[in-house]
């Protein structure tokens, strides 16, 4: 079990902003892309989900207990969002002008072509922020200083920690949409007998 405060080497009484500071700090070296190991990195960001969720802050401050339920579970974060999908399809039936009929639609065909799409978006932004990264090594690279520090590197590399983190929680977002298609694989829905929807029957 994790202490978070130790982790994240904070006081009991640290504030959301040191916190946050305190994670920022201890990402860039513990990041994979920086050196550290995606178990460090795992860790230092499951403090910092711990700390930054009154509840769970509490419960540890009080019993000393880190919540099981993890926020990061793949197939519960996959479960809630198929749930999400047939909550708002169904609805979309209900809502639409035209009385749109559940036999009109496809829900498992649906939500494959809607996470399909999801994952598609995802690859999309992983690209872009990955090209950003590059660029900004790049960049980094020719930047040079007289001075002892190089302030302008360590801002710079700041955002780039950021746009990896970012890079991150593409991927995360992936897994989970996969997560969610392995799910339904095995799902069909079947269409509803005598239900004629040109007709006056229904």
């Known amino acids: 079990m994790i202490d978070p405060y130790k982790v994240l080497g904070l006081e009991k009484n640290a504030t959301i902003e040191e916190i946050n500071a305190a994670y ?9 892309d920086g050196g550290g190991s995606a178990e460090e990195f795992d860790e230092i960001r499951q403090a910092h989900l711990i700390l930054l969720d009154p509840k769970k802050r509490r419960r540890f401050d009080r019993d000393g207990i880190v919540d099981n339920n993890n926020p990061d579970n793949t197939t519960a974060t996959a479960l809630q969002r198929i749930t999400m999908f047939f909550v708002r399809s169904v609805q979309a039936t209900i809502n639409a002008p035209q009385n749109l009929h559940l036999n009109q639609l496809d829900l498992i065909q649906g939500a494959n072509s809607f996470f399909d799409l999801e994952i598609q978006n995802h690859h ?21 200083t007289k001075r002892d520090r190089n302030v302008i590197a360590e801002l710079v590399n700041h955002h780039v920690s950021e ?25 069909t829905f079947e269409q509803e007998q005598g239900i004629w929807l040109g007709g006056l029957h229904r």
């Open 24 to 32: 920022k700090k201890a990402a860039r070296w513990a990041h994979p």
């Open 124 to 144: 999309k932004q992983i690209f872009e922020l990955e090209t950003q990264v590059k660029q900004f090594e790049k960049a980094l690279k020719r930047l040079k």
């Open 163 to 187: 746009l990896k983190s970012g890079i991150l929680a593409q991927k995360r977002e992936i897994e989970i949409f996969e997560e969610a298609k392995l799910i339904i694989k095995d799902y």
